[in-house]
C-alpha cells in the first residue's frame, strides 16, 4: 500500500478521508490522462496539489513519467494489476449476475470463454422449467452458429473473421448454420450495430438463444453470456425480448471483469 509519504496529510487536521480521497483522484486521473493540465482539469484540484501528490505517487512506482513525457501506470501500480488480474475467476464474478438473471428471464442462462475457434461453456444454470439443456459446463462449441460465438466475433477486423471461415470451412451444425462468409459478414455487422446476437437453431435444432460479449480489462471480448430456451416456448425471434437483459448482465460483467464500459 501507499506509505506515509503519499499519505501524510490523512492526519485530522489535514482533513482525514478527504486526503486519502485527492490522492486516490490524482491516481485515476494519472492512469487516464497523460498531460498534467488534464489530471488537473479531471481532478478539480490546484495544480500545487496535484504536483505533490503526483510526485509523491511516482517515488512509490504508482505512477511513471512527467509533466514533459506525460505520466502513466508506473511499475508498482502494473505489478499489482497483473496480481490482481491473475486471480480474477470470471465464474465467481459472474455467479451472482447469473443467478439474478435466471430468476428475471427463467430460462437458461450460459456464459463462455473464448477458446481458440471454440466457445466452452463455464457456467450453465438452469431455469425452473422441466426441459434442460443439452450444453455442460466443458462443453465447447463453434463460433459461427452459436450466439456467444457470433457475440464476440462481432468485435473482430474483417481480416480474423476471414481467417476464421477459412480455417474451420464454417461447417454446417444445422439446416440454419451460416455456411457463407458474406453472409457471416453481414450477421456480424448487425451483431456490432445492436450489441447482441441471436441463435436460431443454428446450433441445435429446436433451441434459440440471444447472447451478448463480455469484455475484460484489456477491452476484449473473450467471454460470452447468453439465455437460451427451446423453440417450442420462444418460437421465431421471441427469444429476442430478452436481449436487453442479456446486454445489461453482460456489461455488468465486463464491469466486474474490470472493463471500462
Not at 62 to 73: C, L, M, P, S
Not at 121 to 127: A, G, M, P, Q, V
Not at 189 to 217: F, K, M, W
Request: glycine share 8%; hydrophobic share 40%.
Amino acid at each position: 500500500m501507499v506509505r506515509v509519504s503519499v499519505m501524510e496529510e490523512t492526519s485530522p487536521q489535514a482533513g482525514g478521508w478527504n486526503a486519502n480521497a485527492k490522492t486516490l483522484r490524482v491516481l485515476e486521473a494519472a492512469l487516464l490522462s497523460e498531460r498534467f493540465t488534464d489530471i488537473v482539469d479531471e481532478t478539480g484540484l490546484a495544480k500545487s496539489t496535484v504536483h505533490r501528490i503526483l510526485a509523491s505517487l511516482i517515488d512509490e512506482g504508482f505512477v511513471a513519467g512527467d509533466a514533459d513525457q506525460g505520466y502513466r501506470a508506473g511499475r508498482r501500480f502494473m505489478a499489482l494489476a497483473g496480481q490482481v488480474m491473475a486471480q480474477v475467476d470470471i465464474s465467481r464474478l459472474a455467479a451472482p449476475v447469473v443467478d439474478r438473471l435466471v430468476a428475471e428471464v427463467d430460462c437458461t442462462v450460459h456464459v463462455g470463454a473464448l477458446s481458440g475457434d471454440e466457445m466452452v461453456y463455464l457456467i450453465r444454470t438452469d431455469s425452473s422449467k422441466p426441459y434442460r439443456m443439452r450444453s455442460r459446463v466443458g462443453l465447447a462449441i463453434p463460433l459461427h452458429p452459436t450466439g456467444m460465438g457470433k457475440a464476440v466475433m462481432a468485435s473482430w477486423d474483417d481480416d480474423r473473421i476471414r481467417d476464421y471461415a477459412e480455417r474451420t470451412g464454417l461447417p454446417p451444425r444445422t439446416p440454419a448454420t451460416i455456411t457463407d462468409l458474406s453472409r457471416l459478414r453481414e450477421v456480424l455487422a448487425e451483431v456490432r450495430q445492436r450489441g447482441y446476437a441471436l441463435d436460431l437453431g443454428e446450433n441445435e435444432l429446436g433451441t434459440v438463444c440471444v447472447s451478448a460479449p463480455i469484455y475484460d480489462h484489456t477491452g476484449k471480448a473473450m467471454h460470452g453470456l447468453s439465455i437460451s430456451s427451446i423453440a417450442l416456448e420462444h418460437p421465431d425471434r421471441t427469444i429476442e425480448q430478452f436481449a436487453p437483459h442479456a446486454v445489461a448482465a453482460a456489461d455488468e460483467i465486463s464491469r466486474l471483469m474490470g472493463a471500462k464500459r
